[in-house]
């Protein structure tokens, strides 16, 4: 995979060019100031979301991480940068190219919706690949350690598959039947996993729980 330097250098030149796009549409009237400030602001939203909020509830459900663990997070939310960029670039070079005469409306509503689910999907599958080496350390105190990384396993898998099939149903159906089965894929995908996670956390709260008392 690539390092966690090429995936911030990637991640700044996406946003950079995903800015440029906002203010070059905003100044010729193609989008309205409210969208404008939305996607600006995104990068801001993000890092003050990160930052203040799911760091903190990470670590105060998770303890301690090692540094390893520390860099593979970090790794995942610049990956998520660089995805979230990607189709936000997509969604604004179409009107970008209509603006400038290079493609017709009609062309830009036929390839935006697809490359959106084309990233999701990738996104997906990314996530797929990570989540199992996102595990921090485990201790039988806290968890059954076999069962628990059988199930982050189990999750990796289902977002690769559910991400594989996301891609199939964009490239290969119209946009109005992809929308449809991607939400039964995606709905498929966290009905298949959500039953067990939340009986994961709620035994390893348990077991939280006695051990400190």
């Known amino acids: ?82 995805l979230t960029g990607v189709s936000l670039l997509g969604s604004l070079m179409g009107p970008f190219l209509v603006e400038q005469g290079i493609i017709s409306a009609d062309v830009k509503d036929m390839i935006a919706p697809r490359a959106n689910g084309v990233v999701t999907g990738l996104f997906f599958i990314i996530m797929g690949n990570y989540t199992p080496k996102m595990i921090a350390p485990l201790t039988e105190a806290v968890c059954d350690p076999a069962k628990h990384q059988a199930f982050q396993r189990q999750v990796g898998w289902t977002f690769f598959i559910a991400g594989f099939l996301y891609i199939v149903a964009w490239v290969a159906l119209a946009p109005a039947t992809a929308k449809t089965v991607t939400l039964f894929i995606l709905g498929a995908c966290f009905l298949s996993i959500m039953p067990r996670a939340v009986y994961y956390g709620i035994k390893s709260a348990q077991r939280k729980e006695t051990l400190n008392q």
């Open 1 to 82: 995979m690539f390092s966690d330097r090429t995936i911030k250098i990637a991640a700044f030149t996406v946003w950079v060019l995903v800015y440029a796009c906002t203010i070059s549409l905003w100044f010729q009237g193609a989008i309205e100031g409210r969208k404008a400030a939305l996607v600006l602001g995104v990068v801001p939203g993000l890092y003050l979301l990160g930052r203040f909020i799911v760091m903190p509830m990470a670590k105060r459900m998770n303890g301690p991480k090692s540094d390893q663990n520390s860099r593979q997070n970090a790794k995942l939310i610049h990956l998520a940068l660089v």
